[in-house]
């Protein structure tokens, strides 16, 4: 039985704002990346967002991000791999504290925007981020984009990886996302959401925009709370695949 999981991007509000149902979403995901309060998230919001997924039984994850809230974290920076190694070290010390003060803990990390995708091609970069993760607590799992120099870091320091493909996002031949300022980065038609998915997870091949067929690893799949229509894609996605046989559940559940 092929055996994913499915995890969401959330509590990526902000004092009185607000974005994506996380509540709804977590009834369909098994692994919850909460941001940290770089891109998206204050004290609050990781409080309730992290609270909601312990009693779904929802994995916790912390989504660190570049230090760019107008730009919510998606906009490249000019950082040393020093700096990234603190903010990453600062920014999971933050929900895993949350998660044990509300009775769980924290189980892995996903970078969140740019940082991923720089550190996805720069070693040196992801090697900062694999280094943070380890030394703040080497049982948890990294997350990375499948075949990316993140997954190769984790390797190269002690860390499980988790190979992460993406739901509702196209690829590139090279295996990378499709850049979000071109046309059809995001991927809005459910049904083709379910296509891609069903290749990813069971024949670990995505199709890049230019048609040619890309392998994958997928040991975890995304969905970002903040895509319009997010809960109709999670429910669907997830029926897709135990319709197709596949075990949904958390890394190391």
Known sequence: MRRIDFNCDMGEGFGAWRMGDDIALLDHVTSANVACGFHAGDPATIRRTVKAAVEKGV???????????????RRPMHVSPEEIYDIIVYQVGAVDAFARACGGRLRHVKAHGALYNMAAKDRA??????TAVRDVDRSLVLFG????????????VGVTPAAEVFADRSYQDDGSLTPRGRPGAMIEDVETSIDQVKRMVLDGIVRAQSGREVPVQADTLCIHGDQPGALEFAQRIRAALEQEGAEVRAIGA
């Open 59 to 73: 994995a916790i994850g912390a989504h660190p991000s570049l230090p760019d809230l107008q730009g919510f974290g």
């Open 125 to 130: 970069l992801a090697d900062a981020v694999a």
């Open 145 to 156: 984009l499948s075949g990316s120099e993140l997954i190769a870091a984790a390797q190269g």
